[in-house]
């Protein structure tokens, strides 16, 4: 989609600044040969009131049409400009370019801004920091601490068949379900299905305990955690903006709602670690647990630290593995070629995924590029932060220490210069050489500060694909596309009625 440079208040002096220095294109990163780099205060501005713009976020309880707007600035400003939100001072990027410069000048202790109401919330009660809301040395003395059990190959092969059992029992109770009907397919909307399944296989993962959520009965506490989740998301995105000692005066019902939801969450957490706890008590297990008591075995954190871990883990993974899923699901029931490609290449792979199934990673290139693709359209972390620790340059400009850099990735994933014919689903542009390796996919992050529940989160969504795809044709409702919206994550603003027919 091209939108018209369109001409607005506030945004002459901007023009005037980019005739005088030359305009760039949106793909291109480098700078004409031999201009002297321009100072902070020449890249463009967004126009509006930073005071206002905070007040309609308060007003519309959140922004979501974040990633529209942001995507229009970049259409109208070119591919670097700086945004104000309420005194907070931003430099907006989304070119794969800046991210390469953002890591070359990245320190053994990246900075990134956490999330004020979280924060909030465990120093009320009394709770741990887990590593996704640390920054500096504590940040990365947990980290090493972490990342042998959840990145390493050698760790996390061992919570591979815990993750394949899990998604094998969704795939033969959606197949009971289908066969039942005389047409052999059922329609429906299968998002609570999907997020069923991530909470039980992270569950089996972290705590090597089976909820039962798959049945026909799940169990209330844990729908009870999939209410408080949605809550968190949307009280999140309402809170996250403004200032706290503003919302608590003008937003004091959604920061209840807030603290409620993470009540519940670690309540949840609370009884998982509990049951592991008892178990390895009784003496040491003589097969793989689970991650958790991996870590309680063989790491110096203490009880309480590892529950803040795990809690992260599981709240910062659930919602965003399933709506990655459901959106892979739709895209490949509305591109019917694709899916075909990618079930011929599951099948072929069966026989050696039923007994090895770590090699999902190897044997499956073309469902790991449609993850790929998925993400590029639709990320559900609409951004990647970084406090930078030292000056660097970005498209020309001089940044100093201690700005906050946003790459957003709707606008980096939609950018023709780099993904040719972008509105197209197309996983097969991730095989071509040198694809992934110039920093065009970035949905996980990237350097040392990359998400910790990646290994997981992509094991979670390539098994589940696997056995959906080698036991169901799926189809959808309607092609149309689906508006997404902003609630801390970028999430469908309904779901897709998808129809699912067994093959044989």
């Avoid at 967004?46 to 990633?67: F, S, T």
Wanted: contains cysteine; hydrophobic residues 40%.
């Amino acid at each position: 989609m091209v939108m018209a440079l369109r001409m607005r208040a506030g945004t002459w002096s901007t023009g005037l600044q980019r005739a005088l220095y030359g305009a760039r294109a949106l793909g291109t990163g480098a700078s004409p040969a031999g201009q002297a780099v321009l100072p902070f205060e020449a890249i463009p501005q967004c126009p509006g009131n930073k005071w206002v713009r905070m007040l309609r976020i308060w007003k519309e309880q959140g922004q979501e049409n974040l990633h529209l707007e942001m995507q229009q600035h970049f259409q109208e400003l070119g591919p670097i400009f700086r945004y104000d939100v309420g005194g907070v001072p931003m430099v907006n990027v989304m070119l794969p370019k800046d991210v390469e410069q953002l890591q070359q000048v990245e320190s053994q202790y990246p900075i990134r801004m956490p999330m004020e109401p979280w924060l909030a919330y465990r120093q009320h009660r009394g709770h741990k920091l887990g590593v996704f809301l640390m920054n500096g040395p504590e940040w990365r003395h947990h980290r090493l601490r972490l990342n042998p059990d959840l990145l390493e190959p050698r760790s996390t092969q061992k919570f591979m068949p815990m993750v394949d059992k899990v998604a094998r029992d969704f795939s033969q109770s959606l197949r009971k379900k289908v066969l039942q009907n005389a047409r052999g397919s059922l329609t429906l909307d299968i998002q609570l299905s999907i997020f069923l399944y991530v909470i039980e296989a992270s569950n089996f993962a972290l705590y090597g305990e089976r909820l039962g959520l798959l049945g026909p009965n799940p169990n209330p506490a844990s729908l009870n955690f999939h209410q408080a989740m949605q809550v968190l998301m949307k009280s999140t995105a309402q809170l996250n903006l403004m200032p706290q000692s503003l919302s608590r005066w003008t937003s004091a019902s959604v920061w209840a709602e807030h603290f409620q939801a993470w009540d519940t969450i670690f309540q949840y957490a609370n009884n998982a670690m509990h049951n592991i706890y008892q178990e390895l008590a009784l003496g040491r297990p003589q097969h793989y647990s689970g991650i958790v008591a991996e870590l309680l075995l063989n790491s110096d954190l203490s009880l309480d630290t590892i529950k803040a871990h795990a809690v992260e883990l599981t709240a910062g993974s659930v919602d965003t593995t399933s709506y990655s899923l459901l959106m892979t699901l739709f895209e490949l029931a509305r591109n019917p070629e694709v899916q075909h490609a990618l079930r011929q290449e599951s099948l072929e792979a069966k026989a050696a995924l039923r007994d090895s199934p770590h090699r999902v990673t190897t044997e499956l290139p073309l469902l790991r590029a449609a993850l790929k693709e998925t993400l590029r359209l639709y990320p559900v972390g609409l951004t990647v932060q970084r406090r930078v620790a030292s000056d660097l340059v970005l498209q020309n400009y001089h940044v100093p220490a201690g700005t906050l850099v946003i790459l957003y990735l709707y606008s980096l994933g939609r950018n023709p210069d780099v993904f040719p014919r972008p509105e197209r689903y197309d996983p097969r542009r991730w095989l071509n050489k040198g694809s992934s390796s110039n920093f065009r996919h970035v949905a996980f992050g990237f350097g040392v500060r990359q998400c910790l529940g990646r290994r997981l989160a992509e094991v979670e969504m390539l098994l589940f694909l696997h056995h959906v795809l080698t036991n169901f044709l799926v189809k959808t409702v309607s092609s149309e596309d689906i508006k997404m919206v902003y609630r801390t994550v970028l999430m469908p603003s309904h779901y897709p009625l998808l129809t699912f027919q067994a093959v044989d």
